[in-house]
C-alpha cells in the first residue's frame, strides 16, 4: 500500500501545493466542451482584476492595494500580474470578465454560498440536484454519460444524469478474479451495484491518460483536456480549485492561487489544441470578498466578485461591469463590492450561446427557482 | 441479535477479531463512560503545544533566515534534503499523532467514545492545509477536545477555541482591536492592524448556532471584537506580543476595550471575561442545541436525521445544561437510533472497521498516512473549518468503492489466516445477508474469502 510515489504526493500536498484539484466530466454527443472551474473559498475578485482606477481602491485595500506590477486592460481595471496566460487570451480576444457579479446568495458563509452557486437554487439547500446535471439533458442525444473525476461528485454534477466517477490513485490494482467476484457480491445491492459498474467502465477507458497522475496545476489542465478530446471524450467537465479563503497573508498566497489557476488554464487551451474553438472556460466562486483589506493582510466574506470565461468562441477582450463604485455609500451594507450582474444571468446566456439552447429554456432550466434574464452577445455567433 | 450489530458498528468501531458480540448492547454502550481513558499513555507522550507553538516558531524562522541569506547572496533557495527541511520535524509529529489516533481507536476499550472524539474533532474541525496546523492538529483533538467529551459542551466549547490550533487555523491569533493599546500604537505609526472576523464567524455558524439560526453580520463583527486578544503566545517577534510562553494567552494590549452586542444582549465585561461570558451564553442557546442534536442525529440516525431524535437530543441538551453524558444517554435510549437506515461508511470508519476487524493492533506511520490519503480522507485535512462532510453522496462515488475494495484485499494479504465465515458472523451478529454468506463459503481461497469480507455490503455500511 505504500510506495515512494504516494509518499511524495502526500509532502507534496503538506507542503502547500495550493492547487490540487479535482475534475469531473460529462460526455454528450456535441463537438461543443464546457469546462466549470469553481473557485472554492471565495476568490477575492477585486485583487484578480483589480479596480486600480476607481478613487477608494488604494485606501480601501492598503497594502494589498499595490499588486506588484499587472496588466492594465483599461482605464479601471487592471489584472493580476500572476495571470499572465490569461492576459494573453484577453489580448487576443478570447476572455471576458464579468465584474461585480454574484449568485442570489447574500449571506456570507462558504458552504452554503458555493451550494447556490452549484445547484442554481435560489436558497441554501433547495434542491439536490446541481446545474451542470440539468444542462446535460438540454443537450442534443441526452443519454450523455457523466463522470466525476473525484472520488466523489461534487453538488453540481450530482443529479438524474447518471455521473461516474475517477481520480488519479497510487493504489496498486486488484487482482481480476477478485474483482470480478465483488461485482457478484454486489449484484443485488442497488447503491453498490450501480457505484461499481460506473468504477469498473471508467477505469478501462481512463487507463491510459493518467501517467504524470494528474497532480499539480498543469497536470491537471493537461488531464482534463485529454480526457475531452477523442471519441470518447468528455464534453462537461469540472474543476474543483481549493484554497481561495485569503483571511490572512493574502498577497502572497493569492499569487499562488493565481499563478495555479493561470498554469492549469493555459496546460488545458494546449491540450485541446483544435478543440479550443469549439471550448468555453467559465471560473466562478461563491461570492466576493470585502472591499477594504482587514487587520491581518487579508479580506474577510464580502458579496459581489468576479468571473470570467475564456475560450475560442467567447466574444472576449472586454470587461463587463455596471461598475458600483467603492466609496461608502455604494458598498453594499457599507463593506462589500455591490453585485449589479446576476450570476445566473452570466452563466444561462453563455452556456445558451455556446450550446445553441434556448436562452430562456436554458435558464427556467438551470435556474427553475428563479432566473434572470439571460445576458446575450457574450459567445460569438 | 441485531441490535448488537448495531452497537458494535453504528455506534463502536466495528467489531474486533477473537471479540464477543455485547449480550447486552444498551449497557455495553453506557459502560464505556467509565472505562474510557481521557489521556493514556500514547498520548501524553506526544508532545504538548506549547512544544509545537515553539517548533513552528523555529521552523518559520529558520525558512526566513534560509531565504534572507538567499536573497543577500542573490540566488534561489538552496536545495535543501528533506530531513533538514525546516517544517519537517512539524510534519514527522503529524505522521506520529496521526498514528497514535489510529491506533487508539484500533485497540480501545471504549469504540463508542472514540467515535464521539472523531465526530467532535469533525464539527470543530481545522484542517492541516495550513502549516501552522500542522503539528498542532493532533495536540488539538488531544487535548481540547478528548479531556472534555464526557464533560460540558460549554467547555469543550471553550476548550477548543481557546487552543492555539484553532486561534491559528482560523487567524484569531492576529486579530487586533483598533481601539486597542496596539492598535493605536500602529495606527498612529501608519501601520493598519485590527479585526479578522473569521473564527468569529465560523463559532457562530459552525461551532454553536448554526448558519442561518437569526445572528446577523453585526452580531460576527460584535463577537470579533470581543475576542481580540485570544491570542497565542511565544510566536510574535513584537515583545508585547510575546506573552509569557508558547501556548494560549490572552493578549490585553489587543483587546478592544468597550462593551458588546451580541444577539442583543449587552456584554460589559472587561478583558477575557467578556469573550467567555459571550461563549458561555452561546453554548446555552436554544439554536445550539438544535444544532448540534441535527449533526448527531445525523451521524447516529441516517442522513435525513429523523425528527424524533432531533427533538429527543435538542431536550436532553437544554434539560441538562449541555451535559454531554446526558445528551449520548438520551441518543442510546432513543428507538431511532436502532431502527433508521444504515449510514455509508466514510474513508475513516471502513479503513477501521476493516482493520479491527482482522486483528490490526497497530498501524506502520507511514500506511497510515497513505492509505487515509487514497481513500480521499486525510486525517484532519478536511480542507475547511466545516469539517467533513456526514452524507453519503460525499463518500459513496464510483472510484471511492473500487479504492476500498482495492484496498480490502491489501489488508486481507496481510491478515494471516483467518475463517472469514466465522468472523462474518461475528461482526454482524444476526445481520450477514446471505449474499455475502454464499460468496464467503465460495471464495477461492481463505484470504479471497477475507477479501470479500471487507469489501461486503455490510462492511460499507454502519
Same mark, same amino acid.
Given at each position: 500500500m505504500i510506495d515512494r510515489r504516494s509518499l511524495l504526493t502526500r509532502s507534496a500536498l503538506l507542503s502547500g501545493?495550493?492547487?490540487?484539484p479535482r475534475l469531473a466530466w460529462a460526455a454528450a454527443p456535441t463537438e461543443r466542451r464546457l469546462v466549470f472551474v469553481i473557485q472554492r473559498g471565495a476568490a477575492d475578485g477585486l485583487a484578480t #482584476? &483589480?479596480?486600480?482606477?476607481? !478613487?477608494a481602491y488604494a485606501s480601501l485595500r492598503g497594502? #494589498?492595494?499595490?499588486?506588484g506590477g499587472g496588466t492594465k486592460?483599461?482605464?479601471l481595471f487592471t489584472l493580476h500580474p500572476a495571470l499572465t496566460q490569461l492576459a494573453a487570451r484577453y489580448q487576443a480576444g478570447d476572455a471576458l470578465f464579468v465584474h461585480a457579479t454574484a449568485s !442570489?446568495?447574500?449571506?456570507?458563509?462558504h458552504f452554503d454560498g458555493q451550494n447556490v452557486l452549484e445547484t442554481g437554487?435560489?436558497?441554501?439547500?433547495?434542491?439536490?440536484?446541481?446545474w451542470m446535471n440539468r444542462l446535460i439533458g438540454l #443537450?442534443?442525444?441526452?443519454?450523455a454519460k457523466a463522470l466525476a473525476l473525484s472520488p466523489a461528485i461534487p453538488t453540481a454534477l450530482r443529479g438524474p444524469a447518471t455521473v461516474s466517477s475517477y481520480a488519479p490513485t497510487n493504489l496498486p490494482d486488484a487482482s481480476a478474479e477478485f474483482l470480478q467476484r465483488v461485482g457478484r457480491l454486489y449484484a443485488e445491492d442497488p447503491q453498490l451495484h450501480g457505484l461499481w459498474s460506473e468504477a469498473v467502465q471508467t477505469r478501462a477507458m481512463a487507463i491510459t491518460v493518467a501517467e504524470d497522475n494528474g497532480r499539480g496545476a498543469a497536470a491537471a489542465g493537461k488531464l482534463a483536456a485529454s480526457l475531452m478530446?477523442?471519441?470518447?471524450? &468528455?464534453?462537461l467537465v469540472m474543476v474543483e480549485s481549493n484554497?481561495?479563503?485569503?483571511? &490572512?497573508?493574502q498577497r502572497g498566497r493569492l499569487a499562488n492561487q493565481l499563478g495555479g489557476l493561470d498554469a492549469m488554464l493555459g496546460a488545458l487551451r494546449d491540450g485541446l489544441g483544435a478543440a479550443w474553438a469549439n471550448t468555453l472556460v467559465i471560473v466562478a466562486t461563491e461570492f466576493g470578498r470585502t472591499a477594504a483589506a482587514n487587520g491581518t493582510g487579508g479580506t474577510d466574506h464580502g458579496t459581489g466578485g468576479l468571473a470570467f470565461m475564456l475560450g475560442g468562441r467567447v466574444k472576449g477582450g472586454r470587461v463587463l461591469a455596471d461598475w458600483p463604485g467603492l466609496s461608502p455609500s455604494a458598498l453594499y451594507e457599507g463593506r462589500d463590492l455591490k453585485p449589479t450582474t446576476p450570476l445566473d444571468a452570466v452563466l444561462s446566456g453563455a452556456l445558451a450561446g455556446h450550446f445553441g439552447l434556448d436562452p430562456a429554456l436554458t435558464a427556467r432550466t438551470l435556474f427553475p427557482s428563479g432566473a434572470s434574464k439571460p445576458l446575450e452577445g457574450l459567445i460569438r455567433a | 441479535m441485531r441490535d448488537s450489530s448495531i452497537a458494535l458498528n453504528r455506534f463502536g468501531l466495528g467489531g474486533r477479531k477473537g471479540e464477543a458480540p455485547p449480550a447486552d448492547p444498551k449497557r455495553w454502550l453506557l459502560d464505556q463512560f467509565g472505562r474510557?481513558?481521557?489521556? *493514556?499513555a500514547a498520548v501524553t507522550a506526544l508532545p504538548g503545544s506549547s512544544t509545537l507553538v515553539t517548533m513552528f516558531r523555529d521552523a518559520r524562522d529558520n525558512q526566513r533566515d534560509a531565504k534572507r541569506e538567499a536573497d543577500a547572496a542573490g540566488g534561489q533557495m538552496p536545495d535543501i534534503a528533506p530531513e533538514l527541511r525546516p517544517y519537517r520535524a512539524l510534519r514527522d509529529a503529524y505522521g506520529q499523532a496521526a498514528a497514535v489516533r489510529t491506533n487508539l481507536a484500533l485497540t480501545t476499550p471504549a469504540p463508542f467514545v472514540e467515535r464521539l472524539i472523531h465526530f467532535w474533532a469533525n464539527h470543530f474541525a481545522v484542517s492541516i492545509d495550513k502549516l501552522v496546523t500542522l503539528g498542532l492538529a493532533g495536540a488539538f483533538e488531544f487535548e481540547a477536545i478528548r479531556p472534555n467529551v464526557l464533560g460540558k459542551f460549554s467547555d469543550l466549547l471553550l476548550a477548543v477555541e481557546r487552543h492555539p490550533a484553532m486561534l491559528l487555523y482560523l487567524d484569531q491569533?492576529?486579530?487586533? =482591536?483598533?481601539?486597542s493599546m496596539l492598535g493605536q500604537i500602529a495606527a498612529r505609526r501608519g501601520n493598519k492592524r485590527g479585526l479578522n472576523e473569521n473564527l468569529a464567524r465560523e463559532i457562530l455558524e459552525?461551532?454553536?448556532? %448554526?448558519?442561518?439560526?437569526g445572528y446577523g453580520q453585526e452580531d460576527v463583527t460584535e463577537l470579533a471584537r470581543a475576542l481580540t486578544g485570544w491570542s497565542v503566545g511565544?510566536?510574535?517577534?513584537?515583545p508585547l506580543l510575546?506573552?509569557?510562553?508558547p501556548g494560549y494567552w490572552f493578549?490585553?494590549?489587543?483587546h478592544q476595550p468597550g462593551d458588546r452586542t451580541v444577539l442583543g444582549k449587552r456584554y460589559g465585561q472587561s478583558g477575557e471575561a467578556q469573550g467567555e461570558a459571550i461563549l458561555r451564553d452561546l453554548a446555552a442557546h436554544p439554536a445550539t442545541a438544535r444544532h448540534i442534536a441535527t449533526k448527531l442525529a445525523r451521524h447516529f %440516525?441516517?442522513?435525513?436525521?429523523?425528527a424524533a431524535l432531533v427533538t429527543r437530543l435538542e431536550q436532553a441538551f437544554l434539560k441538562s445544561g449541555g451535559d454531554l453524558p446526558t445528551v449520548y444517554r438520551a441518543l442510546i435510549e432513543a428507538p431511532e437510533a436502532w431502527s433508521g437506515p444504515a449510514k455509508f461508511r466514510t474513508p475513516w470508519d471502513w479503513t477501521l472497521a476493516a482493520l479491527r476487524a482482522v486483528g490490526t493492533q497497530q498501524l506502520p506511520a507511514l500506511m497510515n498516512a497513505s492509505t487515509f490519503n487514497q481513500l480521499g480522507q486525510p486525517i484532519?485535512?478536511?480542507?475547511? *473549518?466545516? =469539517?467533513?462532510?456526514?452524507?453519503?453522496p460525499s463518500w459513496a462515488g464510483p472510484d471511492a468503492l473500487y479504492r476500498r475494495v482495492e484496498v480490502a484485499e491489501r489488508i486481507a494479504a496481510r491478515a494471516?489466516?483467518?475463517?472469514a465465515r466465522t468472523l462474518a458472523e461475528q461482526l454482524f451478529p444476526g445481520a450477514l445477508s446471505e449474499p455475502s454468506r454464499k460468496a464467503l463459503a465460495g471464495a477461492e481461497s481463505p484470504t479471497q474469502a477475507l477479501a470479500l469480507l471487507l469489501a461486503s455490503p455490510e462492511m460499507m455500511r454502519r
Open positions: 501545493a495550493l492547487f490540487a #482584476l &483589480a479596480p486600480t482606477g476607481d !478613487p497594502e #494589498l492595494a499595490d499588486l486592460l483599461d482605464g !442570489p446568495y447574500r449571506d456570507r458563509s437554487g435560489k436558497l441554501p439547500y433547495d434542491r439536490d440536484d446541481g #443537450l442534443p442525444g441526452s443519454d478530446t477523442g471519441p470518447e471524450g &468528455a464534453r484554497g481561495w479563503d485569503t483571511h &490572512a497573508g | 474510557f481513558e481521557p489521556r *493514556p491569533a492576529q486579530s487586533v =482591536g483598533p481601539d459552525l461551532h454553536t448556532l %448554526g448558519v442561518r439560526s511565544g510566536l510574535a517577534q513584537q510575546r506573552g509569557p510562553g493578549a490585553a494590549p489587543i %440516525g441516517g442522513d435525513e436525521p429523523p484532519w485535512r478536511p480542507g475547511s *473549518p466545516a =469539517g467533513w462532510d456526514d452524507t453519503a494471516g489466516p483467518l475463517d
